[in-house]
């Protein structure tokens, strides 16, 4: 079967477009692989669209004016892939113990359907065995209650609606912690972080709207094709329109090269394909930051000549006068770079970095768009800094088409930040919390995701709660990790489908399937509807409708609401069980938390294109300390983090075509001509050549952290690659046994997986 490992796998360069026939190829062979009935295949239609059901993949915005199908390849992955008629029941826990199942491979894990039943794990046999909720609600309840609240942690992951988040927040708090670490600690809390600081909002200040008066666009470290599809079409409609797209990818992403629009008949017909970058940079991992210390040298180089021959300025002096601090201090910083340092630091000629910034000097609004190329690096904050230097320099943010346009991940990860996940105390109401609660919140900072991998490993974790993810399977030091996790006291895992995270049980366990978002979700009150929030701060109501993978799934806020009741002492302001009855009572709740942003809730959920929480930077006024928006001087021109040195690569850990995060669809990589496996090392031939290895060896790749832990990938197939020297690609999270937890960005602690020291073991 094509999707099934192959012992013959197939390495060779595609030649298609992103969407086109190859996307509806790939979707014909998913359908039927998961057995999704054509009933739920009608469910497809109701994807991102008022009233329907909103996407479980990634936070890209739903627009008002939306397509016949709102949905794009990964989508309908993501939605047969929850619709699937398979199912892993108590008799496939009877025969299979945890040790063995420990040898599967995530991808027949996962595949192997939904789950169907409450579980407790017994130690005797290694097995789960099934068990009522009411005994797994108590069970939970006896574990927790002797627990110093301080080593319990309450992880999520971004898909969690902002109901249930809300919920969770508020019962980790009145608890008595802020252990409230989420998928957004190894994702885009370098943006929070530096977007925070830099402008005083932690997310983006653009909307889709922009992309219709942007004249360029500057598109740093996404791969859009694989993980925000739907937003080829926006990009496709800039290019028509002449928008210049200046891409930096140490990668050539097919996504960022061309597009075939699979719903377009025309251009299906006739295999036309839009170019979607104008200009392709294959920037040095970690490079970003020497490569806009580049362009920003020749905006400023131009803008003394421009000034001293009495021409317009290229800089935009008003605005930098007006609404930024620091700037004096970066331009020295940008006068004294060095143009050697620069082009090493970078990978890039000078001559390229001109031709950016001649388009960037050019255009009057730009948006900069970025993933996880930046994010992810010790440097991964002062990258985004960076990007905001850049914009503020010419004025470009707080204007129609201008801003900083992070691409969020899971798709409510920027919302469940907005209704309290977050270990933070200052991102919390915490005054008006006590307010409507009556209870004493805690002000301590509470764990993020490293601080918890530490906790766990050092033992002062006692009890991990799981609302969703694969927690042990996406954070770094995969070793040491799982052999840590079974010394814990409790884990509870609350998911849709089996993962190995669930196969290291603590020494009480509880796995609790839950309904999806495309599921019906029916309470006391009738058919509930939850809310989830777009990487463009657009709020979105979705309804699920299809037929629940089992009679004995509770929603995720039953769940929650369940464990509230026990392990908290009764309180006359909140009733759980009421909630649980009726989700518009939570809203009204969340309403009262933050009424600047949910004023109104429930008359606007289902507004077409969701309604926007606003952004004060979007308005040029900065809530940061000196009120103005601030420039930063990076300290280095390298994101990396670390020096480099013979034989050591900085690898980066990527996604594939065929997955969501940890959850992996199948074995091909399409658009990198990847058929059949995922043990791949993407390599520069000339480093290939250098150290002597050839292509389609089995080589291992080795942990070159320097400190003095042995950490090891076997069974890599060697792909010669166009990628810059000195870079190595391969899967996450296979490849997640080789970072060090220690191996962050710095100010963030977002692990620092797209530059990973390694040395390659042949
Ligand atoms: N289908 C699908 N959709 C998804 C996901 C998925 O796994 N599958 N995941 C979701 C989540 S949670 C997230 S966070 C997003 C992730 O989406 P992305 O942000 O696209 O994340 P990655 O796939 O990890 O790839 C990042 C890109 O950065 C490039 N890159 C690596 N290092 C550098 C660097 O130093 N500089 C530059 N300029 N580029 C670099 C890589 O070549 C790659 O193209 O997608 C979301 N959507
Ligand atoms: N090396 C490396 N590591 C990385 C990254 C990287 O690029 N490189 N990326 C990081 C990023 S950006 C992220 S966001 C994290 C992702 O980390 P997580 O969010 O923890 O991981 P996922 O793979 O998205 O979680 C998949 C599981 O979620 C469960 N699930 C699916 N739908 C639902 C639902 O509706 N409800 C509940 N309760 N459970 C559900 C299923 O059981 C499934 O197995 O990984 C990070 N780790
Ligand atoms: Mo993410």
């Not at 992880?155 to 008595?176: D, K, N, P, Q, W």
């Not at 926007?612 to 809530?623: D, F, M, Q, V």
């Amino acid at each position: 079967m094509a999707e099934q490992k192959s012992d013959k796998p197939q390495i060779k360069p595609f030649a298609g477009p992103a969407g086109g026939w190859g996307s509806v190829r790939s979707l014909a062979e998913i359908m039927p692989r998961e057995h999704v009935k054509p009933e739920a295949l009608r469910e497809l239609a109701r994807q991102n669209k008022p009233d329907g059901f909103m996407c479980v993949s990634c936070a890209w915005p739903k627009p008002a004016d939306h397509h016949p199908f709102e949905f794009c390849e990964e989508g309908a992955k993501a939605t047969a892939w929850e619709l699937t008629t398979f199912r892993t029941t108590p008799e496939f826990f009877a025969e299979h113990s945890l040790a063995e199942l420990r040898g599967w491979k995530d991808y027949d894990l996962e595949q192997h359907g939904r789950l169907t039943h409450p579980l407790r794990y017994d130690a005797a046999t290694d097995k789960y065995v099934a068990c009522s909720w009411e005994e797994a609600f108590d069970g939970i309840a006896a574990e927790l209650g002797p627990l110093d609240p301080k080593s319990v942690v309450f992880y999520s992951s971004g898909r969690t609606s902002l109901e249930a988040s809300y919920m969770y927040g508020l019962m980790a708090r009145m608890f008595g912690n802020q252990n409230l670490p989420d998928s957004s600690n190894m994702c885009h809390e370098s943006t929070s972080v530096g977007l925070k600081a830099a402008i005083g909002v932690p997310v983006g200040t653009t909307q889709l709207e922009d992309f219709k008066h942007c004249d360029a666009i500057l598109f740093f470290g996404q791969n859009v094709g694989s993980n925000a599809p739907r937003m080829l079409h926006d990009l496709r409609d800039c290019r028509k329109r002449g928008v210049e797209i200046v891409t930096f990818n140490p990668l050539k992403e097919r996504g960022l090269e061309r597009f075939t629009d699979p719903q377009n008949p025309i251009e299906m017909a006739t295999l036309g394909e839009t170019a979607i970058s104008t200009q392709y940079h294959q920037v040095k991992a970690g490079g970003d930051i020497a490569a806009m210390m580049g362009i920003a040298k020749f905006l400023v180089e131009w803008d003394d000549a421009a000034l001293a021959a009495g021409e317009p300025a290229v800089l935009d002096h008003d605005f930098i006068e007006q609404h930024t601090s620091g700037f004096p201090d970066f331009l020295n910083a940008v006068r004294a770079a060095d143009w050697a340092a620069i082009e090493h630091e970078s990978g890039l000629p000078q001559a390229e970095l001109e031709d950016s910034a001649r388009i960037y000097a050019k255009a009057k609004a730009v948006l900069a768009i970025y993933g996880m190329g930046l994010t992810q690096h010790v440097k991964g904050v002062e990258n985004v800094r960076m990007v905001v230097n850049l914009l503020l320099m010419r004025g470009n943010i707080g204007k129609p088409g201008a801003g900083p346009t992070p691409v969020r991940g899971h798709s409510n990860v920027q919302g469940q930040r907005t209704v309290g996940i977050t270990e933070k105390t200052e991102l919390v109401p915490v005054d008006r919390l006590e307010a409507q609660y009556g209870f004493t919140a805690p002000r301590e900072k509470g764990l993020d995701t490293v601080e918890s991998c530490r906790g766990v490993i050092d033992g002062s974790v006692k009890a991990f709660i799981a609302l969703g993810g694969n927690f042990l399977r996406a954070v770094p030091e995969t070793g040491p990790m799982e052999e840590a996790w079974t010394r814990l006291q409790l884990s509870v895992q609350i998911a849709t489908k089996l993962n190995r995270n669930h196969l290291f049980p603590g020494k009480v366990a509880y796995l609790l399937p839950c309904l999806g978002r495309i599921e019906e979700d029916v309470q006391a009150s009738g058919p509930q509807a939850v809310s989830v929030e777009d990487s463009t701060s657009c709020i979105h109501g979705s309804r699920g409708k299809a037929k629940p993978a089992s009679p004995h799934l509770l929603s995720e806020p039953a769940i929650v609401g369940a464990i509230a009741k026990r392990i908290l002492p009764p309180n006359p302001h909140v009733d759980w069980d009421a909630w649980v009855a009726d989700y518009r009572r939570i809203r009204v709740a969340i309403a009262e938390t933050y009424p600047e942003v949910f004023k109104d809730y429930e008359t606007r959920l289902f507004t077409p294109g969701g309604f926007w929480k606003g952004n004060k930077a979007s308005e040029r006024i900065w809530l940061t300390a000196s009120k103005k928006a601030e420039f930063l001087v990076p300290e280095h021109l390298s994101a990396a983090g670390f020096a480099d040195a013979p034989g050591r690569y900085r690898l980066m850990t990527l996604r594939s075509n065929d997955q969501f995060n940890t959850t992996i669809y199948g074995y091909h990589d399409r658009f990198r001509g990847v058929k059949g496996t995922r043990d791949v090392l993407f390599i520069n031939a000339a480093d290939m050549a250098e150290a002597g290895l050839s292509a389609g060896q089995i080589v291992a790749l080795e942990s070159d952290a320097g400190d003095g832990k042995a950490r090891r990938q076997e069974g890599l197939i060697v792909t010669p690659y166009d990628i810059p020297r000195g870079c190595l690609g391969a899967y996450y999270p296979e490849c997640n046994v080789l970072i060090p937890v220690e191996h962050h960005a710095e100010e963030s602690h977002v692990p620092a997986a797209k530059s990973v020291p390694v040395r390659i073991a042949a």
